[in-house]
Every structure is written in C-alpha cells, then in structure tokens.
C-alpha cells in the first residue's frame, strides 16, 4: 500500500489557481504547520485519542482523507502502531480512526450514541428527498441535532425500514430469494452454453471475472426487483458498475457543473425506478399480481413491493423513493459481486484447491445438476475461501457520529465528531494473522485454509453486538412513538444461529477482527444471502462447468489482487483469463 497518500499536500492535476491558493495557505502556514509536526503525537481535548499532525489549518487531512479512505487509514495506523485509537482532522472536524476490537465492539453495542441515522438522512437528501420528505424522515430519526421547528407525528419511516430487512433476508424469504437467483444463474449458464449444443463442450476463452459479473447481477436483480425491469431500463447493468464508480463522489455535494456524470446517474435512476413502480402498481391494478405472490415480473419478491408501498403510505415522494431504490439496488450489488469474483478467481487460481472444493461440492450434490445449499455454506473449504476472500478484500468503512460527549475505554469522545471503525486495517493486522513458522500466513497473502478453524464464535459476537444494539434502538424508537400514540408491540427480529464450541485465544482475536458486515443495529441484513449468492452460485457453475486457467495469460497479466480504489467489496485489479467448456454428466 502506498505510504505517501497521507501527505496532505493535493496532487499536481490541480488547476494552476487552486495552486497560487495553495502556495499562499502554505507559505503562510508553514511556521505553524512545522511546530505542530516536530510536537509529534500528542492529545487535543484532554482525553481524546492522540492527533495526527496536520500542515493545513481547518481543512488538516481532509483531502488525503477524501481521495483515499485506504490508504489514508492505513498510514495513520502505521504511524502509531500501538495506539488503539487516533484523532484526525478533517474539515474543521475531529475523526476517531478506531484499531482496537473491544473498542470497536463498544462502538457497535452502544447505538445510543454512536448513530448511524445522520449518513442515512444526508443520502436520502443527496438522492431526492425534499424538504417535507426530510421531516418525515427525521421523525423517529437518530440525530444529534434536531432541525429548527421539528414536529413529530409518530411516523418511523427508517426504523420500520431497517426493521423490515431482518425478516425478508432470513428464514424462507431467504430461501425463496435464493432459490430465484441461483434458478437465474443457472439459466444464464444453460443460454451461454446449451446443454445439447455440441460447440458449449468445446474450450472457449473467457475473462472469469467478467463472466461472473455479469451473469451474477443479472440474477440478482431478477431475484429483487423482478424480470420486467431489463424491458423498462435496458441499460440498467451498465448504470450500475457506473453509478457504483461515482457514487462516492456525490456525498461530497459538490454542484452539478463538478460532477456532471454523477448527478446524470442519479437522475437515470429516478427516471426508470419511478416507471418501474408505476408500472407495478397498474399491473397489480389489472389484476395481474396477486397479494399472495411471494415473487412476481413486476415487483421482484414481495419485500421490495411492500416496502415501495409503505414508503407511498408514509408520503415519501416518488424522487425520493426512487432514490433509494437506486441505493438500495447498487448497495446490494457492489459489495457481493467483487467478492463473488475473488472467490471464483482463488478458486481457479490453485487447481488443488479447486478439486478440494469440487469434492465439497459433489458431497453436497442432490442430482446431476442439484445441490444442498445448506451443506455447500457449511462446508469447511469453501467457507474458509469465502472468508478468506471478506478478509482480504473488503474494505468497510463503517461510520458513526457521537451524539453526547462520552468514555470510550481510556478515551473521552467529543459530541458531534466522527468514529470510523475501517475494517480493513484489522483485517490486515500482521499480529493479528501472521502465524510464526507459517509461510503464506502474512495478511497480504490470500491463504484458503486461513479459516479452516471455523467462524461460529465471529456470528455469535455478531448477533450478541446486534441484540444489544437492536435492543436500545427499539427503546428509544418506541418511547417516543408511545408519546405519539403509536402502539409497538413486536419485539426486535431475534435470529438463532449455531453456537461451535471454545476456540483458542489467537482464533478469537482474529474473529473479532474480521468486520465485513460492520455490527449494530446496521449489521448487514444480507450477509445470508450474500453466502448464498457466493458460495451457491460458484457450486452451481461448477456442477455444470469445466474451468481451468489460461497459463499464458496468467504469466503475462499476473494474478489478480484488490483493487483498493473503492469501499466495501474490492474488485479484482485486472482480469483472469480461463478456459470454460460444458461438464459432460
Ligand atoms: C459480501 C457482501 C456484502 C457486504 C461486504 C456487505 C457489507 C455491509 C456493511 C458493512 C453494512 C453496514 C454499514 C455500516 O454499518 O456502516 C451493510 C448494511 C446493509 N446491507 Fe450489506 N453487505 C453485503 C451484501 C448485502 C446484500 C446481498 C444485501 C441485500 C440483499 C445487503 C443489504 C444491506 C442492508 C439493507 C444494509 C443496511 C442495514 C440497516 O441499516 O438496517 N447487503 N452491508
Ligand atoms: C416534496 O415533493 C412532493 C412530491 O413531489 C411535493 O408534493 C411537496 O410539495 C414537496 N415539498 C417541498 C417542501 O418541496
Ligand atoms: C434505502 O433502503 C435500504 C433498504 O431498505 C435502507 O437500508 C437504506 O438505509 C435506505 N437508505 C437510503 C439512503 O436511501
């Protein structure tokens, strides 16, 4: 990684103006700037986690910050490798960078006052919502501050929301979504390559990650928000990689004549999910969706149209409501596709790995093309791969904002600043995975067996963090919404999950290292069906594929690594050629 991205001096591309500005903020800085850089580490509010030195005033870090989360994080840990915690300056704002895992699990435990809401308002905002959608949003909202002349009419339009996801991605919502998509993975694979076509049993060239790209989205989307919508919105795979590249850049809020493609993006989006709704709503009026489908053309499964219904009932508008189905369509895309595509690419990248989890697979298999997912997620090999892929390229950044001055561990936290536990600077501790006496242990390598110990004690301090977290949302939800009239009665969504025995104190460290899904109340809600969409989906290619890979093109390209340009799931950084062909049965 590079360790000069912390330098908060910008890069030269900038417009000549902007660097007459800069030399002027620097020479007359510059006196300041070096005293404050030779006192080292040193601590701001009495309490706080010790400051990273800054040159600039106000803005401190806050470019390096903004052009690259990764890396930046990653230098401001290798200065002080021992700090559980550092302070940074970012736009007249003080940022928490947190390294420690108990701190981290604090954090998570304690939605009180870590928050996760203001991020969630201020994209809402970004992608539609107006001024009476923003007051409807607020009520029921976590926020530091209220907004002047706040009314609250009972309405709980976010909590009601993140309520609804629990029960859709689990039990047989799950299973039926699952079912969905890897029925569309494996039509795709049968159109690609018929199976009474004498040419699919020829080798053909391929990029993997490609192939698993595209054909993975698709079924997807066909799983979520149905079939119909490639008729209305043909280009919406492309909107997706493109929006997925310039989504970061919308939360700067910089105007329209900065960002043109973004805002275009987002606009896109609003065109063709406002159809897509209104599309659904005449089909269901023409009869043609019963209330009872659990999956239809129109809507996708039924938790999508029930939750674009509610959103009309709480009298959010249709931007608004498009907006977030863009965001919600993109979120749920851009962090398992890259992975599906790491753990497809290591897969075929060692050929005994490849035949272990073959073997994994044939023991799970049910028919000649037919699995059981549960055995496939279960399997040692695979789940030690699909881990080992979260690890090494996920790069979750998962943000807070401290509500009231408060103690975390030995430091004191200040109202109104950032926390930012950065997943990936724990999951690449070398004291934490490097094993002595163990070449391939260092945490750059990609090892498959890294998780063969299992990885029941991570989910149960999980589900631990989420309870509590989920408990004291639900508390401070209900207690005003009482005051408003509104009767709750349902208790949070509870999920049982599989207790393994003790692990030794090195397994359990690294456990509470690996943080792809955050924790809290945002625990991903989708980290089942994402396994499933992984794990299953690569069983099921490689029931019905032959796959090996183009020595020639690996000795010229290289192996893929991450591509730590973006948040959440990491792409590959270059392509992987292969050979595919029909399996003969
Ligand atoms: C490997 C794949 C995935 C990764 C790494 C991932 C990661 C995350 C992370 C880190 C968060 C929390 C953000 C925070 O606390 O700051 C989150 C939230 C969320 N994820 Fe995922 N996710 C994945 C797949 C999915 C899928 C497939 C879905 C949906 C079908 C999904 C739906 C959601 C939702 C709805 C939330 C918001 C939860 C709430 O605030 O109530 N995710 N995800
Ligand atoms: C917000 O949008 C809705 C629907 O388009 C509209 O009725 C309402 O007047 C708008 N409110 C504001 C404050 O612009
Ligand atoms: C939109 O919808 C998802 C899924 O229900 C929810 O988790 C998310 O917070 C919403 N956010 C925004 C900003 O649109």
Known sequence: MNSTVGQPVPSLSLPLAQHTVLFWILSLTLPLAVISYWSGYRRIAAGEPPLVPYLLPWLGHGMAFMNDINGFTEWVR????????????????????????????QIYRRSKNFIFDPFNLMTWGIMGANRSDLEILEMGAQVEKRTPGFKDDGRRVLYDLHRMSGPALTGESLDRLTSLF?????????????????????????????????????????ALFGSHIFTIWPRI???????????????????????????????????????????????????????TDDWDPYWGLQWVAVRAKYLIKQGISAKARAGNESVFLWGLNANTIPIAMQVMNQAVLSPTLLSTLQAEISSAQTGPN????????????????????????TASPSPRVVREDCQLGEYKLLKGSMVIVHSRTLQMDARTWAIDGVPGSA????????????????????????????????????????????SETAKPHKIVEPISGPKSKETQQRMLSMRPFGGGTTLCPGRHFATNEILGGLAALLLRLDVKIDEEALEKNGAPVPNLGKQGGLFPDRGLGVWIRRRRV
């Open 78 to 105: 290798s200065l002080n490798p021992d700090s559980p915690a550092a302070t940074v300056q970012v736009a007249g704002q003080h940022l928490y960078l947190v390294f420690d895992t108990k701190l981290a699990s």
């Open 443 to 486: 945490p750059e390598e990609f090892w498959a067996e890294r998780f063969l110990d299992g990885d029941e004690r991570e989910e149960e301090n999980r589900i631990e963090e989420n309870q509590e977290a989920e408990t004291a949302y639900a508390a401070e939800t209900f207690a005003q919404a009482q005051a408003q009239g509104r």
């Open 237 to 291: 795979e492309d909107w997706l990689w493109e929006f997925d590249e310039h989504f970061q850049s919308l939360l700067t809020k910089m105007p329209r004549f900065m960002l043109p493609k973004a805002w275009a993006l987002r606009d896109e989006a609003w065109e063709f999910l406002e159809k897509w709704e209104d599309e659904a709503l005449a089909a269901e009026k023409r009869g043609e969706i019963k209330e």
């Open 370 to 393: 037919t699995f059981n997912m549960a055995a496939v997620t279960t399997a040692p090999k695979l789940k030690s791969v699909l881990l080992e892929s979260l690890r090494w390229a």
């Open 182 to 222: 890897i029925d569309t993975i494996c039509r795709e694979i049968d159109t690609t390559f018929p199976e009474n076509d004498a040419a699919s049993y020829e080798w053909v060239r391929m990029d993997l990650g490609e192939f698993v790209k595209k054909t993975w989205t698709r079924a997807s989307i066909v």
